[in-house]
């Protein structure tokens, strides 16, 4: 699939570079490629877009891209894609659809207006929950509460760590979120497994996200309470990325692997609890272990205390010390 001129390009790039290939064919999308890591993004934009979109589209994958970066810093995959196609929808929302696709490669594929600025297009939550997806090799079908969780988690982390959202927006979007999951009762008494695997038909899409979001947070919490700050889910997530992005694995196999490898008994056991809830699991507890208050709906953050300063770790990240070297 890859052209040789394109592998002679790529051979002698070492940091972070970007190079455009003019597409022979003015029918096919432009191709675009950047380089950070020693790992490859290639970016694939259609021509339906009118002149001069292309350098907004760029723009803004530049800095998604290095939001995603904020994990492990560096990205999930040793090589990945992004596809952009224009929609005709409605202008208040500069991404109206988004999806990712697990084929040879990860490639997530956005659906953008036509005329939306790179600012626009940076605030839009959809690009950073889309990006979050990637951040375990999963094989795209199954436990979507596991991988839809994963998603709603990290976007709000995303999001604080490049600085859309303050530390108090993102528990505030944290809470509303769970919060629309413990309101949405259609389900109740029902185990999520089995309304996640009927989600498309039942639409119990709050109550399936944010249970999923809600294993996130606690197996995040828990790490990094147990080990005083030395384990994280973000390091955890990158030892399963570095032994295993390019296989396709189911979550079962996911989280027996995330618990071999950070030599933890926590992901597999919470999976099975939480994929047997028949609520969205209480969040007061956890919140309030994090120097966390609520008060008439509105999130507080304490300034001391341990729960306070592991907190603040989540939105620093590990990642920042290399985010400072682009
Ligand atoms: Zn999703």
Redesign the pocket.
């Known amino acids: 699939m890859r052209r040789p001129l394109l592998a002679l390009l790529l051979a002698c790039v070492v940091s972070h570079v970007s190079a455009t290939v003019d597409p022979a064919d003015e029918s096919a999308p432009s191709r675009h490629i950047l380089q950070q890591d020693g790992r490859q993004l290639e970016v694939l934009i259609s021509p339906q877009f009118p002149a001069g979109m292309r350098e907004n589209l760029l723009q803004w994958v530049d800095y998604i891209a290095a939001a995603l970066r904020q994990v492990y810093g560096h990205w999930p995959a040793q090589s990945w894609q992004i596809s952009i196609e224009p929609t005709a929808a409605s202008a208040s929302d500069p991404i109206p659809w988004a999806q ?1 696709h697990r084929e040879d490669l990860d490639r997530v594929e956005f659906f953008t207006t036509v005329q939306a600025s790179p600012e626009e297009l940076q605030r839009a939550w959809t690009s950073y ?2 990006l979050a ?1 990637l951040l375990i090799p999963y094989r795209g079908w199954g436990d979507a509460w596991f ?2 969780g994963l ?2 988690y990290y976007q709000n982390i995303l999001q604080a760590r490049v600085g859309l959202l303050s530390e108090q927006q993102m528990w505030q979007k944290l809470y509303d979120g769970f919060e629309r999951g413990r309101r949405d009762t259609r389900f109740e008494g029902q185990a999520l497994h089995s309304v996640s695997d009927d989600l498309r038909k039942n639409g119990g899409f709050m109550r399936v ?1 944010w249970s999923g979001a809600w294993y996130f947070l606690a197996a995040d919490t828990r790490l990094r309470q147990q080990s005083g700050g030395k384990l994280s889910l973000d390091k955890a997530l990158e030892k399963l990325s570095l032994c295993c992005a390019g296989q396709r694995l189911s979550v079962p196999e996911i989280v027996t692997q995330l618990d071999s490898m950070n030599r933890v008994l926590l992901f597999h056991r919470l999976y099975e609890e939480v994929a047997a809830s028949t609520t969205v699991p209480p969040f007061d507890a956890i919140f309030a272990s994090m120097g966390i208050d609520i008060i008439d709906g509105k999130v507080h953050l304490q300034e001391a205390g341990p729960g306070a300063a592991l907190r603040r770790q989540i939105v620093v990240g590990p990642a920042s010390r290399q985010a400072s070297a682009r």
Request: hydrophobic content about 20%; cysteine-free; aromatic content about 12%.
């Open positions: 990712v929950h889309e997806h991988s839809e998603a709603s996200y």
